[in-house]
């Protein structure tokens, strides 16, 4: 188990997104010039401490840490704290998967799988999508915590 904030919420959950970006936008980048960018933007937005994910996936699988995950997150207004938020990076290229949308890589389903197991360990009980918290298509496909921790 661990927790967020001075209040101390307990992280039970872990919340996917998609970047709104232009597919294949960060074609050809590594993971840190993508952080530096998103962090960039979110910084212009005013947010103090930049980067609002604890975390962003590339297409080919690679994961950047972002924010610790003991700090409260910036990425679903109302659901914060007790959460990490992950951000998937489209592919340029379009592949047909079976847990994702066609705009992400079964090298990222296999970083997931692998880093939610870790986190089962830790507390993690359910997995949702942005979309299953604001009307958005965010993260472009139904996410069920069943296909996540089986």
Same mark, same amino acid.
């Given at each position: 188990?661990?927790?967020?904030?001075?209040?101390?919420?307990?992280?039970?959950?872990?919340?996917?997104?998609?970047?709104?970006?232009?597919?294949?936008?960060?074609?050809?980048?590594?993971?840190?010039?993508?952080?530096?960018?998103?962090?960039?933007?979110?910084?212009?937005?005013?947010?103090?401490?930049?980067?609002?994910?604890?975390?962003?996936?590339?297409?080919?699988?690679?994961?950047?840490?972002?924010?610790? #995950?003991?700090?409260?997150? +910036?990425? @679903?207004?109302?659901?914060?704290?007790?959460? &990490?938020?992950?951000?998937? $990076?489209?592919?340029?290229?379009?592949?047909?998967?079976?847990?994702?949308?066609?705009? #992400?890589?079964?090298?990222? +389903?296999? @970083?997931?799988?692998?880093?939610?197991?870790? &986190?089962?360990?830790?507390? $993690?009980?359910?997995?949702?999508?942005?979309?299953?918290?604001?009307?958005?298509?965010?993260?472009?496909?139904?996410?069920?915590?069943?296909?996540?921790?089986?």
């Amino acid at each position: 188990m661990f927790y967020q904030g001075k209040a101390r919420h307990e992280v039970r959950e872990v919340i996917l997104h998609c970047a709104a970006i232009k597919t294949g936008q960060f074609a050809g980048m590594g993971a840190f010039q993508i952080f530096s960018i998103i962090n960039r933007w979110h910084k212009e937005k005013g947010w103090k401490n930049g980067f609002g994910y604890h975390g962003l996936i590339t297409p080919e699988g690679v994961f950047y840490k972002g924010r610790p #995950f003991d700090m409260i997150g +910036a990425h @679903t207004i109302g659901h914060n704290a007790g959460t &990490l938020g992950f951000l998937l $990076i489209e592919s340029q290229e379009i592949e047909r998967m079976g847990l994702f949308s066609e705009y #992400f890589t079964e090298a990222q +389903a296999q @970083t997931l799988l692998l880093l939610l197991d870790g &986190l089962r360990e830790r507390g $993690i009980t359910k997995v949702s999508g942005h979309n299953d918290y604001a009307p958005k298509l965010c993260p472009g496909f139904k996410v069920e915590t069943s296909d996540w921790l089986p």
